[in-house]
Antibody, heavy 113, light 107 residues
């Protein structure tokens, strides 16, 4: 069974940083593109970033370019999202996903002073 | 960026009704389109990929069609567990983009 478990969310002040993790199991993580998608309170889904199987290619939505970094550790079956220079409009539930077919339960990031 | 516009934004329907949701793309997306269902407080669930292919375990009352710029998701006979918000997503190009969502409510 595919399992994706996010962690690392929390309350952070504007300008601060967080590192989200996503522990994967039940599938060939090293052979799977991985995505992060977020959802602001009461809003729709927004794709954030994804990363190729071997970590050699990454893509981002414009609003997070230069601030967020997606990475992965295939030896530990773990996906990461480093969030820097956080803004209040980054407040959202962050989901990790395997090829957008399988999703974790999400982790909440709140940016507020 | 490819913009996706769903219609309607919301609808009210009864159990047993046939429901159709449309998704229109601002550019040709081929058949690189997926549909998702989301219930309150839960993660999205993948329903369809490649515009018309059912994900494993999804009931056959769900179907998808279309290519290019116009797509539809149809629920042939609405069941109580289908009341949710539905989103389309294009994965033809970056950034991936979602439609704004269609909320299906009980009449």
């Amino acid at each position: 069974e595919v399992q994706l478990v996010e962690s690392g969310g929390g309350l952070v002040q504007p300008g601060g940083s967080l590192r989200l993790s996503c522990a994967a199991s039940g599938f060939a993580f090293h052979n799977t593109w991985m995505d992060w998608v977020r959802q602001a309170p009461g809003k729709g889904l927004e794709w954030v970033a994804n990363i190729k199987k071997d970590g050699s290619e990454m893509y981002y939505v414009d609003s997070v370019k230069g601030r967020f970094t997606i990475s992965r550790d295939n030896a530990k079956n773990t996906l990461f999202l480093q969030l820097n220079s956080l803004r209040t409009d980054d407040t959202a539930v962050y989901y990790c996903s395997a090829t957008l077919d399988h999703w974790g339960q999400g982790t909440v990031v709140t940016v507020s002073s | 960026d490819i913009q996706l516009t769903q219609s309607p934004s919301s609808l009210s329907a009864s159990v047993g009704d046939r429901v159709t949701i449309t998704c229109r793309a601002s550019q040709d997306t081929g058949d690189f389109l997926s549909w998702f269902q989301q219930k309150p407080g839960k993660a999205p669930k993948a329903l369809m990929y490649g515009a018309s292919n059912l994900q494993s375990g999804i009931p056959s009352r769900f179907s998808g069609s279309g290519s290019g710029t116009d797509f539809t998701l149809t629920i042939s006979s609405l069941q109580p567990e289908d009341f949710a918000t539905y989103y389309c997503l294009q994965y033809k190009s970056y950034p991936r983009t979602f439609g704004q969502g269609t909320k299906v409510e009980i009449k």
